[in-house]
């Protein structure tokens, strides 16, 4: 099976720029997507087709993707931004969608 | 607005079935793959299965297959999620999903459906 690796925690200070990355295997032959899940809440897509936002996602949130990382990352971090977030592709040769286990943005 | 609405809570013991159902609006419901996410407690998501309302065409997690039972009545919009007969380790709150694109990623999420089995 297909496994995506996440860092379990990330902490940044307000204003600064967070990196969280994506481990998988050729996970840059893949379309990688991203959700925000705040506490309480139903996750949320941030990050679709690699690079794409959907509307009402600022630009401070930007990814990217080369051979085995894909890498979310979120500019002039807001105390808002504090979530967990989560990687997801959908792994052709099993046919159907992966997600990382997450990483933990704290904001301090 | 695309919006996907759960129904609730739900407390049941090991052995039960229970059916929990997705109301999906503002879009065409036959156009879009609908399905299954699942958070256990303090974890990450996983993926359940999905449902091509129009044709009733399922796909599961092969971890899950035999295990639960998705389907859709397209007349109303809504999609189902079903046990015949639950565990302890069924609970975790159910997230209904829609698929922006076909294989790709979930673009509208339901608010989510706590599901507790007790013994």
């Known amino acids: 099976s297909y496994v995506l690796t996440q860092t379990p925690s990330v902490s940044v200070a307000p204003g600064q720029t967070a990196t969280i990355t994506c481990r998988g295997d050729?996970?840059?032959?893949?379309?990688v997507n991203w959700y925000q899940q705040k506490p309480g809440q139903a996750p949320l897509l941030v990050v679709y087709d690699d690079v794409d936002r959907p509307s009402g996602i600022p630009d401070r949130f930007s990814a990217f993707d080369s051979e085995d990382t894909a890498t979310l990352t979120i500019n002039r971090v807001e105390v808002e931004d504090e979530a967990d977030y989560f990687c997801q592709v959908w792994h052709v040769a099993t046919n159907h969608p992966v997600f990382g286990g997450g990483t933990r943005l704290t904001v301090l | 607005e695309v919006q996907l609405v759960q129904s609730g809570a739900e407390v049941k013991k090991v052995g039960e079935s229970l059916k929990i159902s997705c109301k999906a609006s503002g879009y065409g419901f036959n156009r879009n793959w609908i399905g299954w996410v699942r958070q256990k407690p303090g974890k990450g998501l996983e993926w359940m299965g999905l449902i091509s309302p129009g044709d009733s065409e399922v796909r599961y997690s092969p971890s899950l297959q035999g295990q639960v039972t998705i389907s859709a009545d397209k007349s109303a919009g809504v999609a189902f999620l079903q046990w015949s007969s639950l565990k302890a380790t069924d609970t975790a709150i159910y997230y209904c999903?829609?698929?922006?694109?076909?294989?790709?990623?979930?673009?509208?999420w339901g608010q989510g459906t706590l599901v507790t089995v007790s013994s």
């Open positions: 050729n996970i840059e032959d893949q379309n």
């Open positions: 999903v829609r698929e922006g694109s076909t294989f790709g990623y979930f673009d509208s």
